[in-house]
């Protein structure tokens, strides 16, 4: 059932061109493990072995914590419509923050986002496919605009006095690096 690949194939990236939602999943040696659902538009394949994803602000930042100390992480996608299917990208990690000199690069990727506050930088050396045959159907509806709203009421300044208040240790106490932001 399960398969393994030293790359993400051409299917494999129309796959996950094709995916509404995917789960992010980190952990330091002594922290808890986070697993955490994204969204909204937020990750690119740049090649075979690359993706990245823009992070937007919310109440933790684990995954920017973890990636300091441990930076392996793991995406997985399901399929919630037609054939099934998980795929998961094991890989190593970093954290782009505004002002780092990729910055710049990588966010043009994307749809300019108030509320941006890293973009994850994966080198991916596993993908593996297992038959996600238990998955049930799910049908998209829509986007939701409750984040970017937020963030958008928030403006620039507010989003970075949420990030030195609320986003700077992980529930375990792990630096996220946010402070290094301007």
Same mark, same amino acid.
């Given at each position: 059932?399960?398969?393994?690949?030293?790359?993400?194939?051409?299917?494999?990236?129309?796959?996950?061109?094709?995916?509404?939602?995917?789960?992010?999943?980190?952990?330091?040696?002594?922290?808890?493990?986070?697993?955490?659902?994204?969204?909204?538009?937020?990750?690119?394949?740049?090649?075979?072995?690359?993706?990245?994803?823009?992070?937007?602000?919310?109440?933790?930042?684990?995954?920017?914590?973890?990636?300091?100390?441990?930076?392996?992480?793991?995406?997985?996608?399901?399929?919630?419509?037609?054939?099934?299917?998980?795929?998961?990208?094991?890989?190593?990690?970093?954290?782009?923050?505004?002002?780092?000199?990729?910055?710049?690069?990588?966010?043009?990727?994307?749809?300019?986002?108030?509320?941006?506050?890293?973009?994850?930088?994966?080198?991916?050396?596993?993908?593996?496919?297992?038959?996600?045959?238990?998955?049930?159907?799910?049908? &998209?509806?829509? $986007? =939701?605009? %409750? +984040?970017?709203?937020?963030?958008?009421?928030? !403006?620039?300044?507010?989003? *970075?006095? &949420?990030?030195? $208040? =609320?986003? %700077? +240790?992980?529930?375990?106490?792990?630096?996220? !690096?946010?402070?290094?932001? *301007?």
């Amino acid at each position: 059932m399960g398969k393994r690949y030293d790359d993400i194939s051409a299917a494999l990236q129309d796959f996950i061109a094709r995916q509404k939602l995917f789960f992010v999943g980190t952990a330091t040696d002594s922290s808890r493990v986070n697993i955490s659902p994204k969204g909204m538009d937020s990750l690119r394949v740049l090649n075979a072995n690359r993706v990245i994803w823009l992070n937007v602000t919310g109440s933790g930042n684990e995954t920017a914590a973890h990636l300091q100390t441990h930076p392996r992480m793991t995406i997985m996608f399901a399929a919630f419509e037609g054939a099934p299917m998980i795929l998961r990208l094991y890989g190593t990690a970093r954290a782009i923050h505004y002002g780092d000199a990729d910055w710049d690069i990588l966010y043009a990727h994307f749809p300019a986002n108030i509320g941006a506050r890293q973009i994850f930088d994966m080198q991916v050396d596993l993908v593996q496919t297992s038959c996600g045959m238990a998955v049930p159907f799910f049908d &998209y509806v829509e $986007e =939701r605009e %409750q +984040l970017n709203q937020w963030a958008a009421k928030k !403006g620039e300044q507010g989003m *970075r006095e &949420y990030w030195r $208040e =609320r986003n %700077q +240790l992980s529930l375990d106490g792990v630096p996220t !690096g946010i402070d290094k932001v *301007r």
